[in-house]
């Protein structure tokens, strides 16, 4: 039986539309970096600190029933000075792909 690397995630874009892809679980990728490489957002609006949770411009809302809500402090500090914030929202950039991501759902948070 072949183990398979990768989990399938399901992202809604800022326009409603929503996405099934695929993403690697052996590359040491966060959600950020996946919303990026698939371009599910307009470049330079998603990620502009590198995935330091520096900013708060790939939060994101964890629509799924998966164990990621919690926060680091660096996250929960950047997240208490960020808009549109809600019980569920993450930075994307916090968030590593792993086995246990499987079927994922998140909605990528608005701008402003």
């Given at each position: 039986?072949?183990?398979?690397?990768?989990?399938?995630?399901?992202?809604?874009?800022?326009?409603?539309?929503s996405?099934?892809v695929?993403?690697?679980?052996?590359?040491?990728?966060?959600?950020?970096?996946?919303?990026?490489?698939?371009?599910?957002?307009?470049?330079?609006?998603?990620?502009?600190?590198?995935?330091?949770?520096?900013?708060?411009?790939?939060?994101c809302?964890?629509?799924?029933?998966?164990?990621?809500?919690?926060?680091?402090d660096?996250?929960?500090?950047?997240?208490?000075?960020?808009?549109?914030?809600?019980?569920?929202?993450?930075?994307?950039?916090?968030?590593h792909?792993?086995?246990?991501?499987?079927?994922?759902?998140?909605?990528?948070?608005?701008?402003?």
């Amino acid at each position: 039986m072949k183990v398979s690397n990768e989990v399938r995630i399901q992202i809604t874009d800022r326009n409603g539309t929503s996405h099934e892809v695929t993403a690697p679980t052996d590359l040491n990728m966060n959600l950020m970096e996946v919303i990026r490489s698939f371009e599910l957002a307009e470049e330079g609006t998603i990620g502009i600190c590198g995935g330091m949770a520096m900013c708060a411009s790939c939060q994101c809302y964890v629509l799924s029933d998966h164990d990621v809500l919690t926060r680091g402090d660096e996250e929960e500090a950047m997240l208490s000075e960020a808009f549109n914030v809600r019980q569920n929202s993450r930075l994307s950039c916090q968030i590593h792909i792993s086995k246990a991501l499987e079927n994922l759902h998140i909605e990528i948070a608005q701008e402003d």
